[in-house]
């Protein structure tokens, strides 16, 4: 086990001893991991190996499924995020969450990403919420696509756009942590080149934690990457370290492609 | 009786087609090296295919040409001797032959001897025609049945051929929904046209006055027959709108708890009930109306000293809206459960809570749904007839009050062709009109539904 490498940089998220269960079945295993601030940290390994369910544990997701239990340390700047006094509302608010398939609301663009700025009252006035809404689309790469048909429906837009409003929507509350869900396996090459570029910037502001299937993307976005198979982490270090000289052999098989 | 054994004896004859036909198939494979072209079982159902078909022609012609045919036979044997006679005298007289031919004339020992004479004449031509039909059916079914068995052979394509019968029969069963539809609607147009003869259009559509009652002598008192039509669309319409106030709100909050709240475990048990409510025959809700919710309207109307009558809209317009709560909840909850879980997880890793992920985000998707689920609950509540004609009364109050007593276009349906009716009166034609009055209003509100549905839906996959 590797995954106690020693981040030199400053530390947002830490995950401690977490074991996740469905019903019976263990989905996690004493899963330790820290998530280094303005930094992208990549989790990746074979379907099924837990690294969205991972990723759901960092902003409580997993609460929505009744049959999920969570155990062990959660902390976001040193604090339990698991324990009784956090209010879940909030956490989210800190932590966004950008999913696997774009899922705008059935609302305009605009109203998609003034959504979140609306309902924690982040705005005291119109004006200041269409700065919010402006900056955030500015940030996510749309502005210039979607200025002028901001009250156009947000599904109107193509997949790639969609997944970019879905990130605008979720910066336009500036979270201090965004998950990422594989976001751009719905995506056509060019939206997909289009979103990482988006992700690399997005980490001067942003911590960021990826779960991706693409191995090239993996390489391509992150610092940090994490190498989960079987609900364990079996190798966790510099992305770099990771596809050049990892010290797993399972680690060199998978990113090799010889399996999963 | 012959079309009876015609029938019979058609199903025997495509059972055994099927059987020879199968066997002749497998055995000619067998002789054969060359492949069959279908499988034995298609050309089985090929023979089968053919016996029927003749046999279904001759079926349809025989009911739908049997009278016509039959007519004209006994006219020929009247001949010259009715040639002075008019349409309806001609059709009087066919009736009576008709009548005494079949024993149910009360009258055969008075009938005149030529009327007898024709009776039999007639029953003998009924005998000998049934006859040559069933006669002719069966031979036409027996050629057909060795012309496939004969046809049978290795290059034979039975299996297109039975798949194109097989779309052909599906097609004629569907067309049979639509033509009746049709049907139905000219019905009710032709009668209405008659009864627009009489009565103008426009009197009917915004006359403020309803009192269906024409004289049969000149001289009667109060019987000037009155058809404005606008007292009973506004009682219809109180009584819609009192429905719609308590099912929209219970219907939909309910759905929102089952399809958001609620456990599996609840769910599942309480659905069903929920539903139940839909299987209730509407004259149950009827009593219901009549002697538990309208004595306590009555009874707490009195205590705040309104004066409430015995039956008004507001009692049958809550029945009637607990009747169609299921309606707008299933649907509803049908249209909110079809919201994709991406949506809500969505909102909620913005950090919402629940109920603001339902009503800005879940309420709103699953709003098209919603909004047809009403307009489909609004023309079921204008529909209904039964618990109107127990709880609200015969009384066409023009009035907005629901504590009055009003009646609806249903009921005035009713009422008007309930007992012995002429068929070519105001009165009775009334009814038909009203009966397109209520046909094009629920027709269109369907139309909007499904428009609505269709149009505003957004396209999740």
Not at chain 1, 143 to 153: A, G, H, K, Q, T
Not at chain 1, 234 to 242: G, L, R, V
Not at chain 2, 444 to 454: D, E, M, P
Request: proline share 3%; with cysteine.
């Amino acid at each position: 086990m590797n995954s106690q490498t020693e981040i030199s940089k400053q530390i947002r998220m830490r995950a401690q001893n977490v074991d996740v269960f469905y019903g019976d079945k263990q989905a996690l295993k004493k899963i330790n991991l820290d998530i280094a601030a303005n930094q992208v940290t990549a989790l990746i390994g074979p379907s099924g190996c837990g690294k969205s369910t991972f990723l759901r544990c960092l902003n409580r997701m997993n609460d929505t499924i009744d049959s999920c239990k969570v155990s062990g340390d959660v902390s976001l700047d040193q604090r339990d995020i698991y324990s009784k006094d956090v209010d879940v509302v909030e956490l989210r608010a800190r932590i966004g969450m950008v999913f696997q398939k774009p899922n705008p609301f059935p609302k305009s663009i605009y109203d998609n990403v003034a959504y979140g700025p609306r309902i924690h009252g982040l705005t005291n006035n119109r004006h200041e919420l269409d700065i919010i809404v402006e900056q955030s689309l500015l940030r996510a790469g749309l502005f210039d696509e979607v200025s002028d048909r901001l009250n156009s429906p947000g599904t109107s837009l193509s997949g790639g756009q969609q997944q970019r409003l879905c990130i605008a929507r979720a910066i336009a509350i500036s979270p201090e942590v965004i998950l990422m869900d594989e976001p751009c396996s719905a995506l056509d090459p060019i939206a997909t080149a289009k979103v990482e570029e988006l992700i690399d910037e997005l980490k001067d502001h942003y911590t960021i934690v990826i779960v991706t299937h693409n191995m090239q993307q993996a390489a391509r976005v992150s610092q940090y990457t994490a190498f989960f198979h079987l609900g364990e982490i079996i190798e966790f270090a510099e992305t770099e370290k990771i596809f050049t000289n990892p010290v797993e052999k399972r680690t060199q098989d998978y990113i090799t492609g010889r399996f999963g | 009786m012959q079309l009876t054994i015609l029938i019979i004896t058609t199903l025997i004859l495509c059972a055994i087609g099927f059987f020879v036909g199968r066997r002749r198939a497998v055995s000619i494979s067998r002789q054969k090296t060359k492949k069959l072209h279908s499988m034995p079982n298609f050309h089985g159902s090929y023979v089968a295919m053919w016996c029927a078909i003749p046999a279904f022609i001759i079926i349809v012609l025989w009911l739908a040409l049997e009278q016509q045919i039959l007519n004209a036979l006994l006219l020929a044997h009247f001949g010259s001797s009715i040639a002075d006679l008019d349409s309806v005298q001609i059709e009087l007289l066919i009736n009576d032959v008709k009548n005494i031919a079949s024993g149910s004339s009360f009258g055969r020992g008075k009938s005149s001897d030529i009327l007898l004479n024709a009776a039999d004449h007639y029953e003998s031509l009924q005998l000998t025609f049934r006859a040559s039909v069933l006669a002719a059916g069966l031979s036409f079914s027996i050629a057909s049945f060795l012309w496939a068995w004969k046809r049978i052979s290795p290059t034979l394509k039975a299996r297109n051929y039975v798949e194109f019968a097989v779309k052909v029969f599906l097609f004629i069963c569907s067309t049979i929904a639509i033509i009746t539809t049709v049907g139905i609607v000219l019905s009710v147009l032709f009668e209405s046209i008659r009864f627009f003869g009489q009565i103008s259009f426009w009197d009917f559509l915004f006359g403020s006055h309803w009192s269906p009652q024409t004289a049969i002598r000149d001289d009667q008192v109060g019987s000037s027959g009155s058809f404005g039509a606008i007292p009973l669309f506004t009682g219809t319409l109180t009584i819609t709108i009192v429905a719609m106030l308590v099912a929209l709100p219970i219907g939909l909050f309910s759905a929102i708890y089952m399809a958001e709240f609620a456990s599996p475990r609840f769910r599942k048990t309480v659905k069903p009930i929920l539903e139940i409510l839909a299987g209730i025959p509407t004259v149950v809700y009827g009593f219901f109306a009549v002697l538990t919710i309208a004595p306590a309207i009555r009874g707490f109307g009195t205590e705040l000293g309104l004066t409430v009558a015995s039956e008004s809209a507001l009692a049958a317009g809550i029945v009637m809206g607990i009747m169609i709560i299921p309606f707008v909840s299933s649907l509803s909850d049908d249209a909110i459960v079809a919201v994709p879980k991406s949506l809500r997880e969505g909102s909620l890793a913005l950090g919402s809570t629940h109920s603001e992920t339902i009503k800005k985000v879940v309420i709103p998707a699953a709003l098209p749904g919603i909004v047809a689920a009403c307009l489909l609950a609004i023309s079921r509540a204008i529909g209904e007839t039964m618990i109107v004609v127990m709880a609200a009364g015969l009384a066409a109050n023009l009035t907005a009050n629901p504590l009055n007593s009003v009646t609806t276009v249903t009921v005035q349906i009713v009422t008007l062709l309930v007992g012995d009716q002429e068929f070519d009166s105001a009165k009775t034609l009334a009814a038909f009109a009203l009966g397109l009055v209520l046909f094009v209003s629920t027709l269109g509100l369907n139309i909007v539904a499904l428009y609505v549905s269709r149009r505003y839906r957004e396209q999740y996959d």
